[in-house]
DNA sequence: CATTTGCAATGACATTTGTCATATCGTGAC
DNA sequence: GTCACGATATGACAAATGTCATTGCAAATG
């Protein structure tokens, strides 16, 4: 019987889903979670074969939880599940060790088979994801990644220029890059796609 | 027996929820649909007693989807389904004549009872949203609600001039308005604020 | 009827943003 | 040792943004 832990903030879902996996011969929800933090808690105490983590959680996400899972329960087994195709995610979750990570769109029978299948030794990650995270190389340096995190984080030219000690003409330059490199017209949106595709 | 049309972009959703639906003993979820267009089609086809639809879909979301149901499939029962409480877009429920507003972080149970509690004649809306839908009103003019789409459709402010038929000046200054009412700073951080409550 | 208020509309002006040219440094290739 | 390249860093400048003062109009209020 694989025991599972399933991490899902929203009850509704959370239920849906646990009863389904408990209908399947081999699988039973032992225990539940609602945010990373708890997540983590939870597989400290129940020892689960399989955490199947959402991505986007309260707290503390899916992908820290992971992190944080892999190295203190070591024979558990993580799974992600998000809604968003993003490659960087993807990316972040792989170089964290863990099992498989999946979309929301897909069928339940997909989950049941990708659960079994990792139990059996496999790791499974969406195909089309893993071509994307491959394609998409980080094309941000440190010094630019710094300055659009000061932008999400509502700051100002010239207060970046005085967190980072650079002059903000500095500042605008490496906002500018990026702009540039995200193929955008602003900082705003920059950072949103830099979000979206798992680069900040 | 409770004629159910369920929309759900998430296939995984959709499945867990279809599944709990058709346990209870009175509910069968006789039509799904991925968008809104296709919960439009499907309620016209079906003719469900009960439409449960999730806010945010691809193609066509589910509060334009419940005015055009509402319109055209009389007898048909409209409960809205989302992930973020949102007071505007709750009180477009209520003006469009849904019968429901609920939220996904609430348990199966209660799902199950809205669902009856709807058919047998009441409106279910959630409590908290609706004192902070009333609390709420929209403070944003019609024209600063026209310039912040353009700004959330990627425009800039000569070409937001040029649609409307206004200077940019004016563009300007219906901006630096929504800006200041919505408490922000930025253009792209008020066109964030007012979705985020639904005025947009 | 006069006054007030909110909305629609405008342009001047100060500030911020984004682009561009430029310089320095460290690293890798030849 | 030289050269090329990418990252880091800077300031000048044009363009864009946001604020502010202002005007006109319609509707509500006294």
Redesign the pocket.
């Known amino acids: 019987m694989i025991r599972i832990l399933l991490a899902e903030d929203q009850m509704l879902v959370c239920d849906a889903l646990a009863t389904l996996l408990d209908f399947e011969d081999d699988m039973t929800v032992i225990a539940r979670a609602s945010d990373g933090l708890a997540a983590v808690r939870e597989a400290k105490r129940a020892q689960p074969d399989i955490a199947l983590l959402d991505v986007e959680m309260p707290h503390q996400g899916g992908l820290d939880a992971a992190e944080e899972i892999l190295q203190s329960v070591p024979d558990c087994k993580v799974i992600l599940l998000t809604t968003f195709a993003r490659p960087g995610y993807m990316q972040r979750a792989i170089q964290a060790g863990a099992h498989g990570y999946l979309l929301k769109d897909g069928e339940v029978e997909q989950l049941a088979a990708a659960i079994r299948a990792v139990m059996r030794g496999e790791r499974i990650f969406h195909p089309a994801l893993m071509m994307a995270a491959i394609a998409s190389e980080n094309p941000l340096?440190?010094?630019?990644r710094d300055v659009l995190r000061g932008v999400k984080n509502g700051l100002?030219?010239?207060e970046l220029a005085r967190d980072?000690s650079?002059?903000?003409?500095?500042v605008?330059?490496?906002?500018?890059?990026a702009?540039?490199k995200m193929n955008c017209?602003?900082?705003q949106d920059a950072v949103r796609r830099a979000e979206s595709m798992g680069w900040l």
Not at 141 to 144: F, I, L, Q, V
């Open positions: 340096s440190m010094r630019e100002t030219t010239k980072l650079l002059s903000e003409g500095t605008r330059n490496y906002l500018s890059e702009i540039s017209t602003s900082r």
